[in-house]
């Protein structure tokens, strides 16, 4: 199954418009991923040019600090701050990122069903393949290793930003690596 860029774009701009999102798509070029999503951080340009959301692109913050929101940390800090999830979980921590608190009860405010809205996350996915890898800086640990309880009430993350809560979704491919970033500063 493949996805077009028009559909690609659309469940973006739907799902995360409304949220504080970095969501953008960079091209795999190393063996450690990480140093892909360095440059992700710092706005490489998507290899298929398909427009993501930056709501920080044109802050003055980015002159001094190209990576801003981000804050500039060497691989092992980034690796370190996050964990492998599986699929199911990924698909779930999408819809938790479309506003602030990362959380399902975010669904609320959508028109659509939440069936409707997990199409759209699927149509996201899509993109990165069936052997992709995701891994997320959120810890809502499930009953099984690699995977994320949305139905807890406790949650921790490790902010990777300048602001006081930062979450998101990492997907890794053969080929791209795609990030999936909500900011919030309470």
């Not at 028009?6 to 409304?18: C, G, I, K, P």
């Not at 959508?110 to 997320?136: C, D, K, P, Q, W």
């Not at 099984?144 to 490790?158: K, N, P, R, V």
Request: hydrophobic residues 35%.
């Amino acid at each position: 199954m493949s996805v077009d860029q028009t559909s690609w774009e659309a469940a973006v701009r739907h799902l995360y418009e409304d949220a504080y999102p970095y969501d953008a798509t960079g091209p795999r070029r190393h063996k450690n991923w990480v140093l892909d999503v360095l440059a992700l951080m710092a706005r490489s340009p998507d290899p298929r040019g398909w427009t993501g959301l930056d709501d920080a692109a044109q802050n003055p913050e980015r002159e001094a600090s190209p990576t801003y929101p981000f804050v500039a940390h060497p691989p092992e800090y980034i690796a370190s701050r996050l964990q492998e999830i599986d699929r199911d979980s990924a698909e779930n921590l999408l819809l938790a990122l479309t506003d602030d608190g990362c959380t399902l009860s975010n669904l609320s405010r959508f028109a659509e069903s939440e069936a409707e809205l997990r199409a759209m996350v699927r149509t996201i996915l899509t993109r990165y393949g069936n052997s992709t890898r995701f891994h997320t800086n959120v810890n809502k640990p499930g009953h099984e290793i690699g995977t994320l309880d949305f139905t807890s009430s406790g949650w921790a993350y490790s902010p990777l930003s300048v602001y006081s809560e930062d979450y998101g979704l990492i997907a890794v491919s053969d080929t791209e690596v795609g990030m999936f970033w909500s900011f919030a500063a309470y």
